[in-house]
């Protein structure tokens, strides 16, 4: 079905200054987070609240959340926090109804994202219209799912490598292919083309640098909090054992030397764990929604610089230093397993 006949819109979101109250909790606390902040903030407009989660920072006991009242005011207010929500662009669709029922209109959202390897981030937005607490039927909340533009970050960064508007438009060539409404298959294709291209026209620390550049981006709260431990110990091991605490986001790593090895789990464990054949095994192991039902057809093991760029933006924010990934084994390659290294800047060998 079409964006249209799904009720999804597909639109720009303007950067809004915003006043904002961060916690900790799950869907069902936010309409007394909402009632709790509204009592300390009468000098605002009761609507519309907008509600940021992003799912990326904890794995457990909730999800960071940012209660966010709009406001055309620069102000130093005791108790109040004040920021800019970034410039973004959204699918989206209206709930009308009781905060219990969102995740089925959610659903049919992110079920879009899915079928169509839209690629989103770990961020939503909701933007409570109305809210009633006596008739929930009167609730109208806007559910923006956030998306990671992959074909931008692609161009913006051949530009900034290559410094070739001709070389880098000839990479970028049928770019329609990657749009919101094409299939799975045209994207796949669309990228398989890229990344030969890529194979042709530029080196090997240029591929990487390109295409590590246009990987999701990685909790900064996350990355912070480890950059803490590194600067308090001046210790690598001592980061590496905080990561053993959250396997789910930093997969155990080991360091010998140098080097710092990981090896990424399967996006899908329940399905990795029950698969009865190999391929079955590959199709929930990787993470790429872009080449996940495509990884036999022939794409390069180039592209796996992109996820090179996940482990990029960790450990460059923890040593605040460029940082070398190579990649070890990748599915792309024919091998059961993606295994990264990373290369410790040479200052930092002894930590």
Known sequence: ????????????????????????????????????????????????????????????????MDICLPTDKNFNKEGFSLKKLEEVEVLSMYHNGSYNTLSETSQILFNYFSEHAVLGTTKIRLVIQESDKKNSNKNRIEIQGILHLWDSRLEKNLNRVLDDKEKSNSIMKHREMFSIETSKEEKTLWIKSVI?????????????????????????????????????????????????????????????????????????????KNAKTLEEKKRNYCHCSLVRDYWDEGISPTFCNCSAGWYRQIWEGIFKKPVRIEILKTLLRGDETCEFAIHIPLDDKNS
Not at 37 to 61: A, L
Not at 216 to 231: A, M, P, V
């Open 1 to 64: 079905m079409s964006l249209k006949e799904l009720g999804i819109i597909h639109k720009q979101i303007e950067p809004i200054l915003v006043v904002y109250n961060n916690f900790r909790g799950d869907i069902k606390d936010i309409p007394s987070r909402i009632e709790e902040f509204r009592e300390d903030s009468t000098i605002f407009p009761s609507n519309p609240v907008i509600v940021v989660i992003d799912y990326g920072v904890y794995s457990e006991g909730g999800s960071d």
């Open 196 to 272: 030969a291209k890529l194979d042709k026209e530029t080196d090997n620390y240029q591929k990487y640098d390109i295409l590590s550049s246009c990987a999701h981006k990685f909790s900064q709260k996350r990355i912070d909090k480890l950059r803490d431990i590194y600067e308090k110990t001046e210790n690598v091991d001592a980061v590496i054992e905080e990561m053993h605490k959250d396997y789910l986001w930093y997969e155990n790593p080991t360091r010998e030397g140098g080097v710092i090895y990981t090896t990424k789990i399967p996006v899908n464990l329940e399905g990795y």
